[in-house]
């Protein structure tokens, strides 16, 4: 197979290192990174020849245009959280922009990160994720309704990940695994309370393995798509949904936690605490409070395709999350603590 010349925006971003590094290492194509700083990459992307690292600002797309004619396949997955300008410039103008310099005739797939956020339940833009979404959620609301007008919109295939984890020691920690670590703390107030809800995640590593198949099966021939007249080709990518209730369940099981009973978490309970402790809610975490089920229809994950899943259960979130080690040091030093109160050692008197 002739090799591919791919571009690769966002590397050095959670999902991006994930990519990056199933590029290198598990295709022989020609690879093109862009980066703000290569330093912040921590791959080893020198680990094989034909990979290019192309130093520059998504606001400077235009200085690639040569290049970008060139490129059979393009994943766009660079993105930018902060500032009003700075995120309608990235997520929307200059992403948009990318996409205009590519050769249709040339480029036979793009791949484009959206978030899941922007979607309803069925799958169609959310219009609430238009009008109270953050910044960052309202740019990408805005880019895909701007994908369809594009020259090469048949070409285009949009992914919606829905909760994202992923990192580890050469890799940065996407914004929900950075904080998993801290559930041991919390599950002993947790596991007494039952919440209505439900989501769905997936790791960042799975994530990677969607993408290289897309790369290597353009069409995505035999598989269910979601899309309209009016959109580009959507695949939202998760694991099965999962209640909330079913997370404490695992977390405890996982923990060697008991749950003898369970207090329901109404609405009304959780809007007379907002009231009672005055916390201050944007009108997008009001709305998320309410809509509560972030579900979607046909998620994609590698099992779509045959492949295994490396993060498929909220358990498997646990083990490679680092929780098993905190859990089993917790119950070393309880156990420890028991033995002590059992057996005192003798005081020393003078």
């Given amino acids: 197979m002739t090799p591919k010349r791919i571009l690769l925006t966002g590397a050095s971003g959670c999902i991006g290192h994930y990519i990056a590094e199933a590029l290198i290492q598990e295709t022989d194509h020609d690879l093109y990174f862009l980066v703000r700083n290569p330093d912040k990459l921590q791959i080893d ?53 990318l996409m205009e310099l590519l050769d ?16 309803d339940r069925n799958n169609q833009l959310l219009k609430e994720a238009g009008q109270l979404g953050t910044e960052y959620i309202r740019s990408k ?53 039952k919440a209505d809800g439900s989501f769905h995640f ?13 790369i290597e099966h353009p069409p995505l021939l035999g598989l269910t798509k979601e899309s309209d007249e009016n959109s580009t080709e959507r695949l939202v990518l998760g694991n099965p949904q999962v209640t909330v209730n079913q997370a404490v369940d695992e977390v405890c099981a996982f923990l060697d936690k008991k749950i003898y009973f369970r207090i329901p978490l109404s609405m009304g309970l959780a809007n ?19 809509y509560r089920h972030f579900t979607y229809q046909n998620p994609v994950n590698p099992e779509t395709f045959g492949l295994p899943t490396y993060c498929a259960t909220f358990t498997d979130v646990l083990r490679i999350s680092g929780i098993e080690k905190k859990a089993t040091q917790e119950r070393g030093l309880e156990r420890k603590k028991k033995k002590t109160r059992k057996n005192p050692q003798p005081q020393q008197t003078d």
């Avoid at 490129?71 to 300008?85: F, H, N, P, R, Y």
């Avoid at 249709?104 to 979607?119: D, G, H, K, N």
């Avoid at 369809?148 to 919606?160: E, G, W």
């Avoid at 997936?202 to 897309?214: C, G, K, M, N, S």
Wanted: aromatic share 10%; hydrophobic share 50%.
């Fill in 202 to 214: 997936i790791h960042a590593r799975d994530i990677a393995q969607v993408v290289l198949y897309l």
């Fill in 45 to 97: 992307w020198e680990a094989r020849s034909g990979v290019t690292i192309l130093q520059a600002d998504l606001r400077e797309i235009e200085h690639l245009g040569d290049l970008l004619k060139t490129i059979d396949a393009a994943i766009l997955a660079a993105t930018t959280w902060g500032g009003a300008q700075e995120v309608f410039d990235i997520n929307v103008v200059k992403t948009i922009r």
């Fill in 141 to 193: 609301y805005d880019c895909l309704k701007r994908l369809p007008k594009l020259a090469i919109a048949d070409k285009v295939t949009t992914l919606f990940p829905t909760l994202v984890l992923g990192g580890d020691t050469n890799k940065p920690y996407s914004h929900l695994s950075s904080g998993i670590a801290d559930v041991v703390n919390w599950v002993d107030l947790i596991r007494w309370f």
């Fill in 272 to 290: 007379l605490l907002i009231v009672l402790f005055r916390i201050q809610m944007a009108a997008w975490d009001r709305f998320c409070l309410n």
């Fill in 104 to 119: 249709p005739q040339v480029c036979e797939q793009v791949i484009y990160f959206s978030t899941a956020s922007v979607l």
